[in-house]
């Protein structure tokens, strides 16, 4: 089991839906990542948030908004998606400390196919 | 130019036998981070080692080691007593600098697949 929790694991929309990914943490982390993977290629970063403010957004199209309610929870609001938009997005957590060892952990991710 | 390289897209290995899967990374920073995950078919990315650029001591964890050569920018995870259930996609990532928000940089990834 993760201590990153995200839901749902599976999402089918069409491109005219609007969805949400959520992810959780209960580790106190203050740094928490939305990654992009398409099939067979390495995860790709897409929003930072640090201290529940937006750090980076890898020019990311609007149609995906990120939000960081609180320091436990952080989702990402889909609208209007395409057909490329199809992967596996994963949200990751972090402390958030200069020199830290400690690793990025990452949730179970959201297969998400847009038809 | 890649900052992580992965040069093997796929290995083999024997059950019980060791395998080494080869990293090297590209910064002029002095502080990065250095880490390996696995991530199973399944699709959840697990953590398996950290190795600070600072540290010098190669990292162990278990059947894990990590070989660390600064001089030769390279961090090659080394699997002692390959199990079935390490079949799977092995990433090296970076961070750099080695703060802890910021984000990492994968290889392309290298998919070993452990025979009976």
């Known amino acids: 089991d993760t201590e990153v929790t995200q839901t749902p694991k599976h999402l089918v929309m069409g491109m005219t839906n609007k969805k949400s990914l959520k992810c959780e943490q209960h580790?106190?982390?203050?740094?928490m990542y939305w990654y992009k993977q398409k099939a067979k290629k390495p995860p790709e970063l897409m929003f930072v948030?640090?201290?529940?403010?937006?750090?980076i957004n890898e020019s990311v199209p609007s149609r995906f908004s990120p939000e960081c309610p609180n320091s436990s929870l952080l989702n990402l609001h889909l609208h209007a998606l395409q057909p490329e938009d199809s992967a596996l997005y994963l949200c990751?957590?972090?402390?958030?400390?200069?020199?830290?060892?400690?690793?990025?952990?990452f949730g179970d991710g959201t297969r998400l196919s847009i038809l | 130019a890649q900052k992580i390289t992965q040069t093997q897209p796929g290995m083999f290995v024997q059950e019980k036998e060791a395998v080494t899967l080869d990293c090297t990374y590209d910064t002029s920073d002095q502080s990065y981070g250095l880490f390996w995950y696995k991530q199973p078919s399944s699709g959840e990315m697990i953590f398996l080692i950290y190795q600070g650029s600072y540290d010098e001591q190669n990292a162990t964890e278990g059947r894990y080691s990590l070989n660390f050569q600064k001089a030769r920018k390279s961090a090659n995870l080394v699997i002692s007593a390959s199990q079935l259930g390490d079949s799977a996609m092995y990433f090296c990532a970076m961070r750099e600098p080695n703060s802890g928000n910021t984000p990492l940089v994968f290889g392309k990834g290298t998919r070993l697949s452990v025979i009976a």
């Open positions: 580790m106190g982390h203050r740094a």
């Open positions: 990751a957590s972090s402390q958030e400390w200069a020199g830290s060892s400690q690793p990025q952990h």
């Open positions: 948030y640090s201290y529940e403010k937006l750090s």
